[in-house]
């Protein structure tokens, strides 16, 4: 069984949690190429390597946010996913600063160190890789992320499209109360 992450920062096992699963293979299904398609959405991670989806979600209106990470390996399979809500934040950029934050920490407890780290926001990816300089309150915390990337050995980021980081954009919006499961 999968890994997930509860609302209190802990990780562990639990039956619980299978909506967030269910929303991952949901979303891992709608991201498989179809025969023809010429333009790759999701792409496995090399062998031996593991992929850390991330995303983060901001409701400005009812000011709810929430954040989600998917692991899943060379074979495609998911294993380890979290969902949360996340409060006292005020704009999109810093709940995709905190999803990014999580995303490490996760993978890390999980004991992956080979990892290929992906989201959708292209700020954040850009300040991870040092090409773009990080002016905000959670400055440090960044740096601190940047830190241990550089430390996992055959660890890298990339930022990919929102149809291809739909896996993790499914399970985050459970954080923010707007999944709603297609039949």
Known sequence: MARTMDNKSS?????????????????????TNKPGSEKKLWKAPKYNHYKVNFDGAFR???REAGIGVVIRDYKRDVLGAMSRPVTNVDNAMHVERLA???AIEFASYMGFNKIELEGDALSIIK???????DLSLIENIMKE???KLRHMAGSHCSHIR??????????????VGTYETKC
Do not use: M
Not at 13 to 27: F, P, W, Y
Not at 127 to 133: F, P, S
Not at 166 to 175: G, N, P, R
């Open 11 to 31: 990780f562990k096992s639990d039956n619980r949690k299978q909506t967030v699963l269910v929303g991952c293979h949901e979303a891992q299904k709608r991201q």
């Open 60 to 62: 400005a209106a009812t």
């Open 100 to 102: 990014v934050v999580k």
């Open 145 to 147: 992320v940047q830190f």
């Open 127 to 133: 300040l991870l890789k040092h090409e773009a300089v």
């Open 162 to 175: 929102r149809k291809a980081n739909e896996a993790a954009h499914t399970i985050t919006k459970l954080a």
